[in-house]
Nanobody, 121 residues
Framework: QLHFVESGGGLVQPGGSLRLSCVPS????????IAWFRQAPGKARERISC????????SYADSVKGRFTISRNNALNTIYLQMNNLKPEDTAVYHC??????????????WGPGTQVTVSS
């Protein structure tokens, strides 16, 4: 089954930074649009960033714009999410997913188990 493996989460203080990584298992991500999502307890899943295949155009949700940066290294078959100036409201499980159709609208699939990010003092 095609899916992603996310890593890089952890506990960080407000104002801190983390870099998440997303590696596909069983396929090459180069030709797919890749998005990062997050889901906090009791809240709906939120799409926070997307990077297109090809030219690598990016988009961000207003909640993370200016603080988070999505990037991809096709040679390493890895997608990153650099998160700066983290806030307690960024606490969530972060997932990545792929779309062959559109960025950021998707639809997206090949979900991974996610990585927990906790922002707390």
């Amino acid at each position: 089954q095609l899916h992603f493996v996310e890593s890089g989460g952890g506990l960080v203080q407000p104002g801190g930074s983390l870099r998440l990584s997303c590696v596909p298992s069983g396929f090459t991500s180069t030709y797919y649009h890749i998005a990062w999502f997050r889901q906090a307890p009791g809240k709906a899943r939120e799409r926070i960033s997307c990077i297109s295949s090809g030219e690598g155009s990016t988009s961000y949700a207003d909640s993370v714009k200016g603080r988070f940066t999505i990037s991809r290294n096709n040679a390493l078959n890895t997608i990153y999410l650099q998160m700066n100036n983290l806030k307690p409201e960024d606490t969530a499980v972060y997932h990545c997913a792929a779309s062959a159709y559109s960025c950021p609208d998707g639809p997206f699939g090949s979900w991974g188990p996610g990585t927990q990010v906790t922002v707390s003092s």
